[in-house]
């Protein structure tokens, strides 16, 4: 059975930071491409950031560059999201997501398999 199991949401201030991590069982991690993804209240949902299989390819929303990172440890099958200088807009349920194949790894149905998501608040 496949699981995908997000942590490390919570409240920061603006300017602050948070880092997810999101825990993928039941899959090859190591040759699954992963993405985060975001929806914020009333919002629909939005790509943030890929990572390709091997963590050689990166891509992000244009709103994060610069600020969030994602990374992976296909040792312990784990994708991580350092978010830094978190603001208003970043609020919202982040989502990781499995693709057994990606493309681009920025359009939701590309992705298999997702989390459960993990709320991050900012405040100002």
Do not use: H
């Not at 830094?84 to 997501?97: H, K, W």
Request: aromatic fraction near 12%; hydrophobic fraction near 35%; charged fraction near 15%.
């Amino acid at each position: 059975q496949v699981q995908l199991v997000e942590s490390g949401g919570g409240l920061a201030q603006v300017g602050g930071s948070l880092k997810l991590s999101c825990a993928v069982y039941g899959l090859t991690f190591s040759s699954t491409d992963m993405g985060w993804f975001r929806q914020a209240p009333g919002k629909e949902q939005f790509f943030v950031a890929g990572v390709s299989w091997n963590g050689k390819s990166t891509n992000y929303k244009d709103s994060v560059k610069g600020r969030f990172t994602i990374s992976r440890d296909n040792a312990n099958d784990v994708v991580y999201l350092e978010m830094n200088n978190l603001q208003p807009e970043d609020a919202a349920v982040y989502y990781c997501a499995a693709s057994r194949f990606a493309s681009t790894r920025v359009l939701a149905s590309e992705y298999d398999y997702w989390g459960q998501g993990t709320q991050v608040t900012v405040s100002s």
